[in-house]
């Protein structure tokens, strides 16, 4: 059996990175327009982003769900008009998400809202210390994402 490191420094930071993950969550669904959750928003963003026209699996891979959560997410964004997820033309079995104008509008709308949240952020911090710490962050996400199953 390993023994435990005797510097916490490792689960302290993803302690913090934790609560962070949770106190940002609750800000902005405090805020989300149409009632979007975290996890919609990051679909929605997504496939602003990166383009749309991925399959549900393809989505439920890049955030680490299950297939059964992300198509619970996707019939909310469907049914609220924020996408569409169609049959996929190439292959007969599988589905594609594409984003609707609607979709595209609320992520927007989102971005808006959020903008007073992150203003505050830089009020409190300095922006050179977000930047700073983006380069590790990167890193460490890329390590971990490459370590995945």
């Given at each position: 059996m390993t023994k435990p490191p005797q510097d916490p420094a490792l689960f302290t930071f993803f302690?913090?990175?934790?609560?962070?993950?949770q106190l940002s969550s609750n800000a902005?669904?405090?805020?989300?327009?149409?009632?979007?959750t975290v996890s919609q928003f990051s679909v929605l963003n997504h496939?602003?982003?990166?383009?749309?026209?991925?399959?549900?699996?393809?989505l439920a891979t890049a955030f680490q769900v299950t297939r059964g959560a992300m198509?619970?997410?996707?019939a909310k964004l469907e049914a609220s008009g924020f996408v569409a997820v169609?049959?996929?033309e190439s292959d007969?079995?599988?589905k594609q998400v594409f984003l609707m104008k609607t979709g595209a509008k609320a992520r927007s709308e989102a971005l808006e809202v959020l903008s007073p949240?992150?203003?505050?952020?830089?009020?409190?911090?300095?922006e050179k210390d977000f930047r700073a710490?983006?380069?590790?962050l990167a890193k460490l996400r890329e390590h971990m994402d490459a370590a995945r199953d």
């Open positions: 302690n913090e990175i934790g609560i962070l993950s902005f669904e405090r805020v989300m327009p149409h009632g979007l496939l602003a982003r990166l383009g749309d026209g991925k399959s549900p699996s393809h198509t619970n997410t996707l169609r049959p996929d007969g079995r599988g949240l992150l203003q505050d952020l830089l009020k409190a911090f300095p710490a983006i380069p590790f």
